[in-house]
């Protein structure tokens, strides 16, 4: 398996990347670095499918969830998954960082993301796919922005680049909570069809009832806008701590 991180110029994009975002957090926030206090957070989650950007990864049940630490503007943390390949279950483990830059009345961040399998694998090109986003909310709505730049994991791929756009929308009625969120781009272009260019796009619409300040339980279903995509529905259970 090839990997990446030791090709020369794959190399110095990936140090060039990391060593932006760190050094933007450390020069933008070190006063609020300097103030802030460190605190965790988290869940567990159970999934009757995993759904990711319009495509299910796989056909069985999978436990997700997120451990996250925050120091001032800055968040760090993880987010994994169980997933079934051919050869057996894996964990998705893709680690984060991201800085949080309030605006008035808007909430904005951006951050990076690192994709990989047990820590170690994304692909048969690389061992992980960086991805950098861009995140803008005001009240009930919120707009990201992800872009996945040239890499070594994108030579498997038609792409040498993929961006994804989300537009979300929430609103509580009664004792539910309930959110719709429009998603398009070429990111799931090729999960869908791996020689595929064009965008591909979909809706999906979530109801979520909260049993106790920790424990909800969600419904969500996925209206594909693209006819190799196919409509599909999963329950979520989650757990905060």
Known sequence: MANYLTGGKMKILSKSILTLMFAGCFLVQ???????ELSWSGDV???????WRGVQ?????????????????VNAGLWYSSIGFGNGMVMETDPFVSLSLPLDKLNTSFGLTAYAYDFKDYNDAANV??????????????LALFCVPNQGSMEAYVLSSTYWLQFSAAKSWKDLNLSAQVEYGNYSSRFVNASRTTPVGDLVFSANKAFSEKLSVGLNALLPLDSDMKTLYWLKITYLF
């Open 30 to 36: 070190s006063r609020a670095l300097v103030a802030g």
């Open 45 to 51: 989650t159970l999934v009757s499918t995993y759904v």
């Open 57 to 73: 990864q796989f056909e069985g049940t999978a436990a997700q969830g997120t451990i996250t630490g925050s120091f001032g503007k």
């Open 129 to 142: 796919e960086f991805e950098i986003f861009a995140t803008i909310g005001a009240g009930p709505f919120g």
